[in-house]
């Protein structure tokens, strides 16, 4: 296999058209995304955008267990420690390697939000954390019997980023901020109920699948191929076993009757208090009593702030408020304790949401740049993605 940590290909079609086919290549980290990673899936998604004879693209992780499991929180753990020990500490833009990663991997998501040709997200194995921000914005989003998707960013003192603060908003009821605050895990049909996947394919027919785009004649129109494809998905579908609904679709009067109308502080107690012989109920109540109170109250605040903000004003205010996280304690301590030390025993800078300073709570909204000079001002301002990437999706 080869070392590139991304393996690009085409394949042709029988009209004389290509697909662009983009694998993330690290088997070893559950093709966890990496800064040079997003570097070239961004240079290449370029290319095949510009080039006529590339009619669709797929995205796909190498090997049977993952597609991406996340970002690569090695060398950014190693960069907040480098920062908080230095003098620079209080100048949250002063982790290069964390405005970089961040700022690169936000207009990666929203370089695929607003793709004008179609993106198929093959979301086979595990699909957790910069892994969903990737298929997120990808038109045609496929889930398997394997999936296994999650936004667990609480549990190391982080918040659902990546875009989270958009779609997760945009769940039926109140399922993003149950998933938001419990990270917990979704199947095949959880995933589509919840409105992160649109197709669900047995795997062993990703080869058939394959086959049968490159024997298509494919147009030389974005439109017409994004509802090409539907179809031919839709078709593979209707041949697939279905899933039994999920957990999520199972619980979701509970869910409802644990977040409506009741502040975080309620929100969190009623969570932490399930009981009963469910074990996806369960690790999700463990979760919320394990998990970050400054995180939780992060995710929690953040869904509202953006809530009628367009896709890319989500991505700016994210990024401020990724590397206030950076800057702070709880992030690096929930990556020493559940991945470089692994003895699940993180310190947070507070017992619970109740003990949080507001002052202090509100400093992660604080941007670290004046309105003209923000990093990622480039994202063009594309509020109708969802709506139009959903018209065509049901067109299919």
Known sequence: MSALPVLFRTLDCAGGGAIGVATLNAEATLNALSLNMIALLRIQLLAWEDDPA????????????????????????????????SAERDDVCANTYALDF?????????????????????????VMGGGIGLMAGASHRVVTEGSRLAMPEVAIGLYPDVGGSWFLNRMPGHLGLFLALTGAPLNAGDARF??????????????ALFAELQRQHWSALAAD??????VLLTQAQRVAPD?????????????????????????????????????????????????????????????RRCK?????????????VSLHCAARPDFAEGIRALIIDKDMRPAWQAASVRELDPAWCEGYFASPWPAEQHPLDHLSPDPQTAARRGHERKAA
């Open 194 to 207: 919840a409105g992160l996947a649109d197709f669900r394919l047995h795997h062993g027919d990703k080869a």
């Open 102 to 126: 961040f700022s690169q991997e936000y207009t990666l998501d929203h370089q695929i939000h607003t793709y004008r040709k179609p993106v198929l997200c093959w979301g086979h194995g595990i």
């Open 54 to 85: 590339v009619a669709l693209v797929v995205l796909e992780g190498a090997g049977d267990k993952a597609f991406c499991a996340g970002g690569d929180l090695q060398q950014l753990y190693r960069s907040m420690r480098t920062h908080h020990a």
């Open 243 to 303: 899933d039994p609904p999920g957990p999520l679709r199972q619980h979701f009067d509970l869910i409802e009757l644990l977040c409506v109308g009741a502040d975080l502080e309620r929100t969190i107690e009623h969570i932490a208090l399930l009981d009963g012989g469910d074990r996806w109920l369960q690790k999700a109540a463990a979760a919320v009593r394990k998990g970050s109170p400054a995180a939780a109250w992060l995710a929690y605040t953040i869904q």
């Open 308 to 320: 009628h903000l367009s896709l890319a004003e989500v991505f700016k205010l994210e990024l401020g």
């Open 225 to 230: 191929n994004h509802r090409q494809l539907g």
